[in-house]
């Protein structure tokens, strides 16, 4: 039976019966035409300007025209925009499919601002493909799916090998604890003194991180319904503590505590850093931009604090706009599915797995597949040949990427957030005598005030 559909304003009763009338299962009316001829929009065309990546979508396009004739794909350089959405979706103009962070799903799903495409990733055969650990961020209480998750990651303990060997510690052992966290960066730097930890800071990448690391701890940064700051708690300020005493204390972080994605790269990258944390595009950033041998990159899971609560997950979800006819919604599944081909079609696979070899790019670098393990592994076995990462390297990370708890980023004014806390952060790692519950309230009032405008 096909559910009834989701609509742009709140359920009610003459709402609800229409739609159960429309694709009920007992009285007899037809289920959708697959092949009825059917016109989608999808967002995110590049702009002209960008003129290889345009041709290359183009080319996607016409490639999935031509294996679905009865679909029509019109394309725009609409994208996510939280400032432009609701305007576009009150005149129904947004495109039939959007691509939207991990952090809106859930309050789009509670809103009934996306439809629900359960029963057309069933028809299409996506259900038994996607990860479930990445699919909850799309996923409403009762299991209903609302998008299809892409590009997703889960953060994780970023560390160079070579310096744990230099410290006599296991490098295929990374710790799982923020006190064993301590400890080997207290280690790294007695044996090589170079920063057994550093913490990013700047360009909000400091509030990004000390996010995470509150969630590793129990802890949260927002409401679940974006409205108020939550980090004023124990678990923040148990980590603040934690990074002052590892700063002051130990003397294990270094001397630099102004780095942002890119300098923390570098100096990692360079030998003088032995932990932060990170993803496993970091591998890119450490390897392929600044020449870090590749075998002395390691990659662990998120270290869990004494209420272990998991790590931030990020990434976008694909979802369907909720005024899309069933038949819309249909096409716009088999568009996700066409998405996904480059991994799940063992041609497309290869094909890809070797261009990106040949361009001298990484082949194979873990992550939070959007895939099931079982058919996220028959995909690596298909490029096997062309895979250039050292895997043994991410076993940590991997073994436990799709059991640890995932929690997404604040849903609301997620980069001001963030902000906010790199000040906290910094005042700690720069001021010895920082007074960490005025900072946490301080920093609690400034983020409130932006929540309530």
């Known amino acids: 039976m096909r559910k009834p559909r989701t609509t742009t304003a709140p359920a009610v009763l003459t709402l609800a019966v229409a739609a159960t009338l429309l694709v009920g299962c007992s009285t007899g009316e037809p289920a959708v035409d697959p092949d009825a001829p059917v016109t989608i929009t999808i967002s995110n065309k590049p702009p002209a300007e960008r003129a290889e990546e345009l041709a290359a979508f183009e080319a996607r396009v016409a490639e999935f ?8 794909v019109e394309a725009t350089e609409t994208v996510w925009d939280a400032q432009t959405f609701q305007a576009l979706l009150a005149g129904g103009e947004l495109p039939t499919t959007l691509v939207v962070p991990f952090t809106e799903p859930q309050a789009m799903i509670a809103r009934g601002q996306v439809a629900d495409i359960t029963d057309e990733l069933a028809e299409v055969g996506l259900t038994d493909l996607l990860n479930p650990a990445a699919l909850t961020v799309a996923q409403d209480a ?67 991180m000390f996010s995470a690391i509150t969630y590793a701890h129990g802890g949260t940064v927002q409401s679940a319904d974006g409205t108020e700051s939550t980090f004023d708690d124990a678990p923040a300020r148990e980590q603040l503590e934690r990074l002052h005493d590892m700063r002051w204390n130990d003397q294990s972080m ?17 030998g003088r850093i032995g932990m932060f944390v990170g993803a496993p595009a970091n591998y890119i950033f450490a390897t392929l931009l600044n020449g870090m041998d590749p075998a002395e990159f390691g990659m662990g899971p998120m270290p869990q604090g004494p209420d272990a609560g998991g790590t931030m997950s990020g990434g976008a979800v694909q979802v369907v706009s909720p005024d899309a006819t069933p038949e819309q919604q249909l096409a716009a599944v088999k568009w996700f599915a066409f998405s996904l081909e480059a991994s799940t079609n063992e041609e497309k696979a290869v094909a890809a797995a070797k261009t990106s070899f040949e361009a ?44 640890i708890e995932l929690t997404p980023e604040p849903v609301a004014k ?32 400034n983020v409130n005030a932006l929540l309530s405008r």
């Open 360 to 403: 001298g790019l990484p082949v194979g670098l873990p992550g939070l597949s959007s895939l099931k393990d079982d058919d996220y592994q028959r995909f690596l076995g298909w490029i096997e040949e062309y895979i250039n990462v050292p895997l043994e390297n991410f076993a940590p990370y991997t073994e436990t990427v799709n059991t």
């Open 414 to 445: 997620a980069q001001e957030v963030y902000a906010a806390l790199d000040s906290v952060v910094q005042a700690v790692l720069t001021d010895e005598g920082a007074d960490i519950d005025a900072l946490l309230a301080d920093a609690t009032r």
């Open 142 to 208: 009762d299991g209903a799916v609302y998008g299809v998750p892409i590009d997703a990651y889960a953060l994780g303990l970023v560390y160079n090998r070579a310096l744990f060997e230099a410290a006599g510690l296991d490098p295929d052992v990374p710790p799982a604890t923020w006190d064993e966290v301590q400890e080997f960066a207290a280690r790294i730097t007695e044996a090589t003194g170079v920063a057994g930890y550093s913490q990013m800071t700047t360009g909000n990448t400091g509030g990004w």
């Open 65 to 72: 025209e031509e294996a679905n004739p009865n679909i029509t």
């Open 254 to 270: 270094g001397s630099n505590f102004l780095y942002d994605m890119a300098s923390i790269s570098q100096e990692f990258a360079a």
